[in-house]
């Protein structure tokens, strides 16, 4: 794959899953692009990184950990999103739930809060790199080990979220954060996002915060 892939792969967990991910993953969603993902996860079946700020799906879901093929069912959270998380298969996420997916032939982020996209990288070695040379601002690594070391350690498949969403002025502190569920975390937002999406400028939006 390449030097940055190997070098991300080496600093993270261990397999989250022991079992032999299949070799391809059927999606049409970039036929390359999800090859690449299948040899990664060959290599690794899914693996936290970064004080588990950063979380690649393993293939597969086993016990608590939801899996990459169920993680991407249309009815597990997608469907919230109306047509706005359409056209992607989403294989990693960040400490607040900010997804990276491969979309359009390219690795993109998706912002839970919005419902928009915004492209990254051309490939998993790209990938790799641009999480490598700042991974605080990409995975949220200095929050997360902010929260561990006040809170302790962060479940898995549960991610960090703004009381206030930081689309409407939430600030990123540990003050603003709560620990989440992922899957709830996504259907939460996703009524934000197509709140935002419906909504004309100037006009107001409700939205229940967490104390």
């Not at 899996?67 to 249309?74: E, L, Q, R, V």
């Not at 990693?92 to 997916?101: K, L, P, S, T, V």
């Not at 569920?181 to 259907?187: Q, R, T, Y």
Request: with cysteine.
């Amino acid at each position: 794959m390449g030097a940055f892939t190997d070098k991300l792969l080496s600093i993270c967990s261990d397999n989250i899953s022991p079992n032999q991910p299949k070799k391809y993953i059927d999606s049409n969603h970039g036929q390359l692009l999800m090859s690449e993902l299948a040899f990664v996860l060959e290599k690794k079946n899914g693996f936290y990184g970064f004080e588990s700020a950063l979380h690649l799906f393993p293939y597969e879901s086993i016990g608590t950990e939801i899996g990459a093929i169920d993680w991407n069912k249309h009815d597990l959270w997608i469907s919230e999103y109306k047509d706005m998380a359409l056209g992607a298969f989403f294989f990693a996420e960040d400490i607040f739930g900010n997804q990276f997916c491969i979309k359009d032939d390219l690795i993109q982020i998706f912002d839970p809060e919005i419902g928009s996209f915004d492209k990254l990288a051309g490939n998993f070695e790209e990938w790799s790199k641009a999480i490598l040379d700042d991974y605080s601002f990409l995975t949220g690594y200095s929050l997360a080990n902010q929260w561990q070391n006040t809170y302790g350690k962060i479940p898995s498949m549960h991610r960090l979220i703004p009381k206030i969403p930081f689309v409407l002025g939430g600030e990123y502190t540990l003050e603003n954060l709560y620990l989440s569920n992922s899957i709830d975390a996504m259907k939460f937002r996703a009524s934000l996002a197509l709140q935002i999406r419906n909504t004309p400028d100037g006009e107001s939006i409700s939205i229940n915060t967490i104390n």
